[in-house]
């Protein structure tokens, strides 16, 4: 079970995933915004998607759990 | 009945204003069609270039007594509003509302880094009067390093009211541009390891400590630098109508309705001193191209201070952060962020760079303060 | 130009000076609001 931390403060802008989608390291799995400025979030590991533990529009404080990956 | 509506149309002719116009008036107009342009379809900063095109392409008609002192409207705008300091002061407290100085008080050692940028704008001072030009206009020049529009206005209009639209223009422009300015000074001056350094993550901040924040700054840095007064104290209470919580209308009044009505104001204004006698000079072209030395060599410099700190600190600083320093705010930030995701695309330095980039702006508000005082 | 000179050391020494003291104010106002907030949350429990 892998963690994905939110990188920086910031807003969920897209959520580019779904529970049960296998991915890949280094894929796009969310999109922040912060400052005007959207930045990606990438996968931190090969596996399936377990848990989204955010929503679309919601603020995060760096660190904060994001999904959950089976790996 | 002939001879007179002969007179009548000659009397036309005379007080119209299409016998006066001259080619430096067509000069102008061309030069504000390029702004309406460049404002409407490339949308380059429009809020303030719309109106400084239109000021100054009426500024610069024949006959309109405009920019006439004591009558002229556009003269009451500029006097009223620039000249006696009211306008760049009102911005700073709508600025003051916008600002949040949570990453700075997060990671305090940076804000050195926002003191950095400035030796840039006084190296460009320096610079300016050994080309030449008197203290007040070299002081003009040099604070567009600190890439801050309000301040560049409030100097100039203080030092040298006739590079007024000038160093304005300058400044916003090299504002704007600073994700092409700022890059290749950022990769020259850093390694590929430099860039990917990842930062520590910051601890936490109190919201008491972002009250007393505007408070205890506002008191210390004024009475460091008294002349800074009039834009420091504005923006402490724009930030403390913020961080209070207790006065919700009076920030969104600040950020919103105030801020849009005095950028009216200064748009206006600063096209309207553009008048082609002010402009068409020689002297406009050594303005531009000092001012993107100043930039640039704030850029730098922030760097290199960057650079020596990690000389004495454990927890190595990103240099890229350096040129968060100059203060076009956030626009530097993300163009620090950007350049670091070059290098590492998992290291996300934007919230980091808002620290040094906040504290480049009360660095550039104490520069104009010390050249307010020295320079008057 | 001795002039010059001296602004850009009045300059630079009042930048950094002025960043110094805020460090120092953020560092304590700090130290301070966290021993106090701690005391709060003691006196809760």
Known sequence: MEKLLAPMAGNIWKIECKEGDSVNVDDVLIIMEAMKMEAEVYSPATGVIAKITVKEGQDVEEGQALLEIDS | ?376 | MSETVNVFISGCASVFIGMGILYLTIRCTAVVVGRLTARESNDGS
Not at chain 2, 74 to 94: A, C, D, N, Q, T
Not at chain 2, 122 to 136: C, D, E, P, R, W
Not at chain 2, 275 to 289: G, T, Y
Request: hydrophobic share 55%; aromatic share 10%; charged share 15%.
């Open chain 2, 1 to 376: 009945m002939g001879p007179d509506l002969l007179q009548s149309l000659k009397g036309v002719a005379e007080f119209s204003g299409f016998a006066s116009v001259t080619w430096q008036m067509g000069v102008m107009w061309m030069l504000a069609f390029l702004f309406f342009y460049l404002a409407i379809a490339k949308k380059f900063e429009p809020l303030l270039l719309l109106p400084i095109a239109f000021g100054m392409m009426v500024a610069n008609l024949p006959h309109t007594g405009l920019m006439e002192p004591g009558l002229g409207l556009l003269w009451r705008f500029y006097e009223y509003g620039i000249k006696s300091e009211v306008i760049p002061p009102l911005i700073f407290l709508g600025l003051g509302a916008l600002t949040d100085f949570g990453p700075m008080l997060s990671q305090p050692r940076l804000i050195f880094l926002g003191a950095g940028a400035q030796v840039g704008v006084f190296l460009t001072f320096i610079g300016a009067s050994l080309m030449g030009v008197n203290l007040q206009e070299a002081a003009t020049i040099g604070i567009i390093g600190g890439a801050d529009g309000p301040t560049t206005i409030f100097l100039a209009a203080k030092l040298a009211p006739h590079l007024l639209g000038t160093v304005a223009v300058a400044a916003y422009s090299y504002m704007a541009l600073v994700p092409l300015i700022q890059p290749p000074i950022m990769r020259l001056m850093t390694t590929e390891d430099e860039r990917k350094i990842r930062m520590k993550p910051g601890r936490k901040v109190h919201q008491l400590e972002k009250i007393i924040f505007p408070i205890a700054a506002g008191l210390i840095l004024i009475l460091l630098v008294p002349a800074s007064a009039p834009l420091m104290a504005m923006f402490m209470l724009g930030n403390l109508f913020r961080e209070s919580k207790v006065v919700e209308r009076l920030k969104a009044a600040s950020q919103n309705e105030l801020m849009n009505i005095v950028t009216i104001f200064l748009g206006i204004s600063v096209g309207a001193t553009m008048s082609a006698e002010n402009f068409l000079q020689p002297k406009v072209i050594f303005v531009f191209f000092l001012g993107l030395a100043a930039f640039s060599v704030s850029t730098a410099s922030g760097i290199i201070i960057a650079k020596c700190m990690n000389l004495f600190s454990k927890d190595k600083i990103n240099p890229l952060l350096g040129a968060a320093g100059v203060s076009a705010v956030p626009m530097a930030a993300r163009v620090v962020h950007k350049v670091g995701a070059e290098a590492d695309k998992r290291n996300y330095l934007l919230m980091y760079a808002m620290g040094p980039n906040i504290a480049g702006v009360l660095g550039t508000l104490i520069a104009a303060g010390v050249f307010v005082t020295l320079c008057k």
